[in-house]
């Protein structure tokens, strides 16, 4: 989910030129260009609008063709937005790069393109000789290709990014995808038989993070975001569950976080002319998989600390990821687990093992070179009690628990390394601020007893010359 961003003064001009001209529908033979920077800069938006829905209900969905600067080169792509959130791009799970221009054309023969110079194609719908008549965008934010009979042959529904909107309908084994900023992972919201999760993924490893099943261990076949909120339906089309409630305002849309990754369902609130959270999956920023960096700890408040190693040969590791604590141990032979105490991790679905004790465990995950992480588990039901081994491959979601839970949580590590778990940053500056007043105040009075003292010596030394 991104908000609009103010940019340049092409793309005000732009918008303004489009409000000229915009109609309901581009039939086939438009062509639209945009023209692109020749040299690049960082942060440059160019957006020509080209549509919008016959909505009646605010913020309305419009239709945009964009450029966009991105990692020293300009994308191309078609976007769809509510008001000033981007709720659907074509250049979302791949982009297309190009120079000098980005146009749009709706070809004779019914397939919808963008193109780069020379009519180099990046990006179709593939709708060639399937008798497209117009690209029309709908009052639900739904772009169709449609034909003369109004059927739809396209539809931006059928390929989700990471918006859901209202009305719109997911089936069993489709996701949404979010990619954060500066990161090699990316979080799905994936849509299973017998559950709605939340997951990480970093190659090829996946865990999930939250999830919500319906009760009775009924299936799903699909969901639908309705203006009461995210419903859950079987075989025959009948509710089995629902997230969400209802609220005066209805749903507008749902969204996974491309920097949090956590899920959200949104409605309008015309008192703040903004859109607003009835729901949240995750209330506490601990509970979210990378609200730290990897070998991150989340603290009771909200800070992060880091797990950071002391050697023999060197000083302490300077960040959470990186120096001593290798990302693999593969080849290595001289490892060993490091208890952390108070700690758990937030990441499910890893490999269990169950009745083996906290040794065992440990041993599970020293013999498994893949293995980075363990976490063992001990409780009770009644009579009877159990112990619990999860093997993890990637150290990350690591949160701060109350002590006494019969958690342990065990990092592997080199050998002839011992832990120091750094303070959060916060604390940090509070010590910093409190040594500075403190060495202050020692200076003052410090400073304050030499004058005494030499102001007493001079007194001592007048009286003696007076009495000579």
């Not at 299936?219 to 009461?228: D, G, K």
């Amino acid at each position: 989910m991104k908000l609009l961003p103010i940019t340049s003064v092409l793309l005000l001009l732009l918008v303004l030129v489009c409000h000229g001209v915009c109609d309901s529908a581009i039939r086939v033979g438009h062509r639209v260009s945009l023209a692109i920077p020749l040299e690049y800069s960082d942060g440059f938006i160019g957006r020509a609008f080209l549509m919008d829905s016959a909505d009646t209900m605010e913020p309305s969905f419009r239709v945009a063709l964009s450029a966009e600067a991105n990692k020293g080169k300009y994308s191309c792509s078609l976007e769809v937005f509510l008001g000033d959130v981007k709720v659907w791009n074509s250049g979302h799970h791949s982009k297309f790069y190009t120079f000098d221009v980005c146009v749009l054309e709706l070809t004779q023969d019914g397939d919808l393109q963008l193109k780069g110079p020379k009519d180099r194609v990046g990006w179709r719908t593939g709708t060639s000789g399937q008798g497209v008549e117009r690209l029309q965008i709908l009052r639900t934010g739904n772009l169709v290709l449609l034909d003369v009979l109004n059927q739809i042959k396209w539809q931006s529904f059928n390929f989700p990014t990471d918006v859901m909107l209202w009305g719109q309908r997911l089936d069993v084994s489709t996701w949404l995808t979010s990619f954060p900023s500066n990161s090699t992972s990316f979080y799905t919201f994936e849509i299973r038989h017998d559950k709605v999760a939340l997951y990480l993924n970093s190659g090829k490893l996946k865990y999930s993070y939250w999830e919500f099943k319906p009760s009775k261990n009924r299936n799903i076949t699909f969901i639908e975001l309705s203006s009461r909120g995210l419903e859950l339906f079987n075989d025959k089309h009948k509710k089995i569950a629902q997230i969400a409630q209802w609220k005066v305002q209805p749903m507008r849309f749902l969204a996974l976080g491309n920097k949090t990754g956590n899920l959200g369902i949104y409605f309008y609130s015309p008192t703040t002319q903004k859109f607003e959270a009835s729901f949240q999956a995750l209330n506490s920023t601990c509970d979210l998989p990378l609200a730290c960096k990897p070998y991150g700890i989340c603290t009771f408040s909200h800070a992060c600390s880091c797990i950071r190693l002391i050697t023999k040969e060197n000083d302490m590791v300077s960040d959470c990821n990186e120096g001593n604590i290798p990302s693999h141990f593969c080849g290595r032979t001289q490892v060993k687990m490091l208890e952390l105490d108070g700690v758990v991790s937030v990441l499910k679905d890893a490999p269990k093992r169950v009745n083996v004790t906290k040794t065992t465990c440990a041993n599970l995950c020293l013999n498994d070179c893949k293995c980075v992480a363990a976490l063992h588990s001990y409780g009770s039901y009644g009579d009877s009690s159990f112990e619990e081994c999860s093997l993890y491959r990637l150290v990350a979601g690591i949160k701060q628990v109350e002590r006494g839970l019969d958690l342990s949580y065990m990092v592997k590590v080199p050998k002839g390394s011992w832990y120091h778990q750094s303070k959060p940053s916060v604390k940090k500056w509070v010590l910093i601020v409190v040594g500075v007043v403190d060495g202050l105040i020692i200076i003052l009075v410090l400073g304050g007893l030499a004058y005494y003292f030499i102001h007493k010596r001079r007194n001592n030394s007048s009286a003696t010359d007076n009495n000579t």
